[in-house]
């Protein structure tokens, strides 16, 4: 198998646009996250699913930012009304379940709003 | 919530030199604290991690240190080489229903000079 992968690799939208970020785990992982990386900082958590349910959705920086994921699979990311600091690098990682394995990342979506 | 302090920020080391990253930790009930290695550039990746009921953990050139009462952990490298440079990450996961969630710290930029 193939790792985690996410899509588009880049993006460039115009302030107040929406986005969608889209994040394709392993095969047969169940537990999914969303992480934020600023340039030059660290990791920002942002959301978790245990199959298509979010146990925690306490990272997610405001009403603007939702996420979802559905068939146990695929996820996207959806930034509505996209603002400047909105900009950075959006992470996806995957792991057997979600206590305590390692999480697997995605190569990441480059999100730049203008 | 739970934060992560990690210090230092930068590192410079000759090849061959030890290197130590440390972390401090807040929530008592965090008990997962990986490390990832992230080069420029490239997606994080896991070089080892340790559970609470463990003090100490090996991996040939790592170790990882865990000190629950003090609420710290610490990365150990033995002779550093030049691939070692990178920026490193510790983190940390609570139990309970958050157990997905990983706070990771600020990050620490290695650098292996020849």
């Known amino acids: 198998g193939a790792g985690v992968s996410q899509s588009p690799s880049n993006k460039v939208t115009e302030k107040g646009k929406d986005v969608e970020l889209r994040c394709d785990p392993i095969?047969?992982?169940?537990?999914l996250y969303w992480y934020r990386q600023r340039l030059g900082q660290g990791l920002e958590f942002l959301i978790y699913f245990q199959g298509n349910s979010a146990p925690d959705k306490s990272g997610l920086p405001s009403d603007r930012f939702s996420a979802e994921r559905t068939g146990e699979s695929v996820s996207t990311l959806t930034i509505q009304r996209t603002q400047q600091e909105d900009s950075a690098v959006y992470l996806c990682?995957?792991?057997?379940?979600?206590?305590?394995?390692?999480?697997?990342f995605g190569p990441g979506t480059r999100l730049t709003v203008l | 919530g739970e934060n992560v302090e990690q210090h230092p920020s930068t590192l410079s080391v000759q090849e061959g030199d030890s290197a130590v990253i440390k972390c401090t930790y807040s929530d008592s009930a965090s008990n997962y604290f990986p490390w990832y290695k992230q080069e420029l550039g490239k997606r994080p990746q896991l070089i080892i991690d340790?559970?609470?009921?463990?003090g100490e953990k090996k991996d040939q050139r790592i170790a990882v240190t865990l000190n629950k009462t003090a609420k710290h952990f610490s990365l150990h490298i033995t002779e550093t080489q030049p691939e070692d440079s990178a920026v490193y990450f510790c983190?940390?996961?609570?139990?309970?229903?958050?157990?997905?969630?990983?706070?990771f710290g600020q990050g620490t930029i290695l650098t292996v000079h020849p």
């Open positions: 990682a995957s792991s057997l379940r979600a206590s305590y394995n390692e999480q697997f």
């Open positions: 340790i559970r609470s009921n463990v």
């Open positions: 983190a940390a996961s609570a139990g309970g229903t958050s157990y997905g969630k990983l706070t």
């Open positions: 095969s047969g992982h169940t537990a």
